[in-house]
């Protein structure tokens, strides 16, 4: 009876295992549903602590980082961030650049057909000045006649327009708005002394006050739901799955523990919301 060589043996166990690990799992997308075959390609701008930004080592990190690679893993793809401000990134998505906007961007009627949207948390807006400031705020309509910096071609842009147009209405002096592509922008200038306040989503407004460089005055004015959004109907789908399956596991609680952000009211069972676009 032959005896295999003891190292021999260990050799062809190890060679056999690391195979096994090896094999890739079959993308769960097919790639006509995709801007890539066996790529999750996702726009993103890191410019929103604890949400998405960019650490000292210039690496994406963040809620919607995570998030966004745990789908892909699901969906046995591979994930790839494209860095790009707000504005341009739904008609990006409808001009088929990438497969899926994952900056949390806030569900309205209106956007849900033009995408496909996914809610999957809540965020709602903040007040802050500079910590030094003598401008005390202690609802919205204390902003009339003021200069506020906000992002551009966001919900909360929107939102702060219509209450601005409202306060009008109402025989206050107009708010007078300046948009910033991101929101370090907006705060580095509200610390240069170019604006008296600033509007963003609350966790970012907390993420600067514990950094000392801002005072949150107001607080989950408008509360909503934030969504993760696909120009691709089967990927969204493949999506809400994944993001059940993350639930499940808890990987979504995890997550949103880490970051302290806020969860959807209802995580049950998560779907895309809306009719989304009109089959061409």
Request: proline share 6%.
């Amino acid at each position: 009876m032959h005896i295999p060589n003891p190292v021999l043996a260990l050799f062809i166990g190890a060679v056999f295992c690391a195979s096994a690990m090896a094999q890739p799992c079959t993308p769960k997308i097919s790639a006509e549903h995709l801007v890539s075959a066996g790529k999750l390609q996702m726009s993103i701008n890191p410019t929103l602590p604890p949400q998405q930004f960019v650490d000292e080592k210039g690496e994406l990190q963040g809620l919607n980082v995570e998030l966004g690679k745990a789908i892909a893993a699901k969906l046995c793809l591979e994930p790839v961030f494209m860095r790009m401000d707000m504005p341009p990134m739904i008609p990006a998505l409808q001009a088929g650049r990438f497969d899926m906007i994952n900056t949390g961007m806030f569900w309205t009627e209106e956007r849900s057909k033009l995408m496909f949207m996914i809610p999957y948390g809540q965020q709602a807006m903040s007040v802050y000045t500079v910590p030094t400031s003598p401008f005390k705020i202690t609802k919205f309509d204390d902003l009339a006649g003021h200069v506020v910096g906000i992002e551009t071609g966001t919900y909360q842009e929107r939102k702060s327009r219509e209450f601005n147009a409202d306060m009008v209405a109402r025989g206050l002096k107009t708010i007078d708005f300046r948009t910033f592509a991101t929101a370090s922008e907006t705060t580095a200038a509200l610390r240069a002394g170019q604006l008296e306040a600033g509007i963003n989503i609350d966790e970012t407004a907390i993420t600067f006050a514990e950094r000392g460089i801002a005072k949150v005055w107001l607080s989950g004015i408008n509360g909503t739901d934030i969504t993760v959004t696909y120009r691709d109907k089967t990927t969204a789908l493949g999506a809400a799955a994944a993001l059940n399956e993350l639930k499940a596991e808890g990987t979504y609680d995890k997550l949103f523990d880490k970051f302290r952000m806020t969860r959807l009211k209802d995580t049950t069972n998560f779907a895309i919301r809306g009719s989304g676009p009109a089959p061409k």
